[in-house]
Structures are given as C-alpha cells and as structure tokens.
C-alpha cells in the first residue's frame, strides 16, 4: 500500500508538536538504515541548506520622504549606485554592483571591491549607511539633492528579491589555459592546477526535489536568517537531466528560484557581503528549504547521497565563456568533498565556495523551527517548470560583433 500525506495533516502535526523532522544529511543515513517505505511512514518533512554566493540578488528599499519631497533620479548607498527608475524614493540596490571608482575588473587582479551585497549586510547589520541622492526637479519634487545617512530601523520597508537562486546545481570550474584566470567560482589556476565547486550536495534545496514537486511559488523558506518565499521561477531556470560520460542519464540539474523575505528579520550570520579577486563582488546567501515527504517518490530523491548527486566539469578558460563543450563530465559529491578528483588523468585539488557547514546549521535550524512550530509548510499554488518540461534555451544574438 502507498503512502501519501498532505500539506495539511503535516501543518497540523505542525501546530500539535508530533511532527517528525530530519535534515537531508540526516536522511541520507535513516533511509540506509529502514528503506523507503518505512522511512516515509516515520518522517514528515526533511530540511534542506545552502549558503554560498549568489550573484543574482539584491534588496527594495523605500527611504521615506523628505521636506520638501524629492523625486530620486540618482541614488549612491556608501557610494554604490543604487537604481531609481521606479518610484520617487524607492531603489533597488544588486548584490554586483560595485562602488564608484572601485578597483573591480581584471585590470587589478590584486584588489578586493566593496559593492551592493556589503551596503545590504551592513543594513542588516544595523549600520549606518551614508545616503547620497538628485534630482532634476519637479513642482511636485521640488528638491534637487539629499545627503543623510540611514539605518534598516529608519527607513519604511527593505525587503530582499533575489531573482536567480539556490542552483539547482553548479558547475566544478577548472582551468585548461596556461595562465591564472579571475572568475566568480574564484581564482583558477592554469593547467588543472585546482577546481572549485559551489553546491552543497546532499543538504542542497533544489536537488532534494529535482522535478519541483513540492517546491513551488508561495513555498515558504528559510532565507538569510528570516522567513521568505519562492516568488518565481529563477532567472536563467533551465533544468535538464545530467548526463555522464556515456550519455547515462543521472538527475535534472540547472534549475533556480526567485525569492523574496523582509531583510528587517533577516540576520547577517546568512547575509554577507563578498568578493572575489579580479571578478568583483557579490553576496553570500543563507537559504533552507523544507520537502514535506507527500509520498515515497518525494522521499526517494530527498535521500539521495553526495554518492548519487553529481556536478559537470567544466573548464573556465574557453567552454565557459564559448559554450564549447569539451567532454569534461561530471564527478560525484562524494569525490569533491574528499578534495581531489581526477580530470583527463590528472589529480586535481578541489575547493567549496559555498560552506557545507553552514548548509548544516541553516537545515538544522530551520528543523528547530519547524519542531517548535514557529514554521508551518506552505503548498505551492503553482509548480515550477521541470527537466520533463523541454524548456528552450535562448543566447543573445552577437551578429553585430566585429
């Protein structure tokens, strides 16, 4: 007889203080032990964890009016262009935009940079943050100019939306070239000197659920610290199934999600602002997501080990950039955790840019909550699109290059 189980009689399991709640490391070694089906009639929902940078993030900010009102065309917070073209004083400030006259690109390889995601921890953080803003001039926007400073308690609503996170799984960068390579998955050394890699495996949110049956928009989260949402579909949300070297198929991989949660509530344990040498800056975010076990099929890719979860190899000197496929395929989570795999023949040493351990504490803590019910499951009101789906992907059309 299958098991089945709604959102339902899992909230009020909630809510009675009876529910069963694991990590997803956790389960790894429960369904080993009991199997499947015994698994899924014991457990109700299992938590999941990711914190590593996420380029494609940021914060809505409305300041508050001023006296008289000015209607903000140009906005800096510490110096980092913020954007304006939405209303009179509101902005939305993105994790990779850099400060003014900060030494970013490859040109200065040796330089760190301060941008968007440090602005939007140091609010978390409740630092004061220096306000610069003009203004052309309105009859009802008199005000041409604004120099003050603000905090996240001052200012009326801050909430982040983050349009591409959580990869449903990314790639092991490697180096082919002959020369060093600044990049956002780090500092790659040439000739398959190291290879770096930024999922967190076993624990990581949209690979407990590769075809989205549970995760979908209204899916409440953990996220940086507080309570969020899936809003949407990530940006660039592109699941296909990952094959191996001989065409096998293993599991989806490149899906994301767009997400959305007060950054009043957030903590900036899970909200950091970083950067990486050569390449930029960008934003470390915490993000945990509770699978609610409906049924034994949820269950049985919910259990899935670093074992049985891969990630593609691919080099950054020239696939990368050129979409020219190499053949580099794929390696278990498994062998990136122990530090070094094999690529053409070579041992290569392997590094994380997103933190296992923290992955652990954001399910862990996340699982407390849920135990204690400061956190009920919310059913998606619609599914996300899914490898089964035969999505198109789309590249800018480069006619025009010289």
């Known amino acids: 007889m299958s098991i089945s189980r709604t959102y339902d009689e899992i909230n009020e399991k909630i809510?009675?203080?009876?529910?069963?709640?694991?990590?997803?490391?956790?389960?790894?070694?429960?369904?080993?032990?009991?199997?499947?089906?015994?698994?899924?009639?014991?457990?109700?929902?299992?938590?999941?964890?990711?914190?590593?940078?996420?380029?494609?993030?940021?914060?809505?900010?409305?300041?508050?009016?001023?006296?008289?009102?000015?209607?903000?065309?140009?906005?800096?917070?510490?110096?980092?262009?913020?954007?304006?073209?939405?209303?009179?004083?509101?902005?939305?400030?993105?994790?990779?935009?850099?400060?003014?006259?900060?030494?970013l690109n490859t040109n200065h390889p040796g330089k760190f940079s301060y941008g968007g995601g440090h602005v939007i921890e140091d609010l978390v953080r409740r630092k004061p943050v220096l306000l610069r803003a003009y203004s052309y001039g309105t009859d009802c926007y008199p005000r041409k100019e604004i120099k003050t400073t603000i905090t996240l308690d001052s200012i009326n609503e801050a909430f982040l939306f983050n349009p591409r996170n959580a990869y449903q799984n990314y790639n092991c960068a490697v180096n082919l070239s002959n020369k060093t390579i600044y990049t956002y998955m780090g500092m790659l050394k040439p000739n398959l000197e190291n290879a770096h890699y930024s999922t967190s495996g076993q624990l990581s949110p949209l690979l407990k659920d590769p075809y989205f049956m549970t995760i979908g928009i209204g899916t409440r989260i953990f996220l940086g610290g507080g309570i969020g949402y899936v809003?949407?579909?990530?940006?660039?949300?592109?699941?296909?199934?990952?094959?191996d070297n001989k065409g096998q198929e293993l599991h989806p991989s490149g899906g994301t999600i767009?997400?959305?949660?007060?950054?009043?509530?957030?903590?900036?344990?899970?909200?950091?602002?970083?950067?990486?040498?050569?390449?930029?800056?960008?934003?470390?975010?915490?993000?945990?997501?509770?699978?609610?076990?409906?049924?034994?099929?949820?269950?049985?890719?919910?259990?899935?080990?670093?074992?049985?979860?891969?990630?593609?190899?691919v080099d950054y000197s020239d696939e990368y950039p050129n979409f020219n496929s190499k053949g580099l395929g794929v390696v278990s989570y498994a062998e990136l955790k122990k530090g070094e795999i094999e690529v053409l023949g070579k041992?290569?040493?392997?590094?994380?840019?997103?933190?296992?351990?923290?992955?652990?504490?954001?399910?862990?803590?996340?699982?407390?909550?849920?135990?204690?019910?400061?956190?009920?499951?919310?059913?998606?009101?619609?599914?996300?699109?899914?490898?089964?789906?035969?999505?198109?992907?789309?590249?800018?059309?480069?006619?025009?290059?010289?």
């Not at 940021?58 to 209303?87: C, E, Q």
């Not at 809003?231 to 094959?243: D, E, I, N, R, V």
């Open 15 to 103: 809510k009675s203080g009876k529910v069963v709640v694991v990590t997803a490391e956790e389960v790894v070694s429960i369904v080993k032990d009991k199997g499947i089906k015994k698994a899924t009639q014991e457990i109700d929902v299992v938590t999941t964890g990711t914190f590593g940078p996420m380029c494609s993030s940021g914060a809505f900010l409305n300041f508050g009016h001023s006296n008289p009102r000015i209607r903000m065309s140009k906005v800096w917070l510490n110096d980092v262009p913020a954007y304006t073209g939405i209303a009179a004083v509101d902005a939305y400030i993105g994790a990779t935009e850099p400060k003014e006259g900060d030494p």
């Open 231 to 243: 809003a949407w579909h990530g940006t660039q949300h592109f699941p296909s199934m990952l094959k």
């Open 258 to 313: 767009a997400v959305i949660g007060d950054l009043k509530q957030m903590d900036a344990r899970y909200i950091r602002g970083c950067s990486f040498l050569g390449y930029g800056c960008t934003m470390a975010v915490g993000i945990g997501v509770p699978i609610p076990i409906l049924n034994e099929e949820v269950m049985e890719w919910a259990a899935k080990s670093d074992e049985e979860l891969f990630a593609p190899v």
């Open 347 to 402: 041992r290569v040493k392997t590094a994380p840019l997103s933190s296992y351990p923290m992955a652990v504490e954001i399910a862990s803590k996340l699982k407390e909550w849920i135990k204690l019910g400061k956190f009920e499951l919310t059913k998606p009101v619609q599914k996300l699109p899914n490898a089964n789906d035969g999505i198109v992907v789309n590249f800018l059309d480069d006619k025009g290059k010289k």
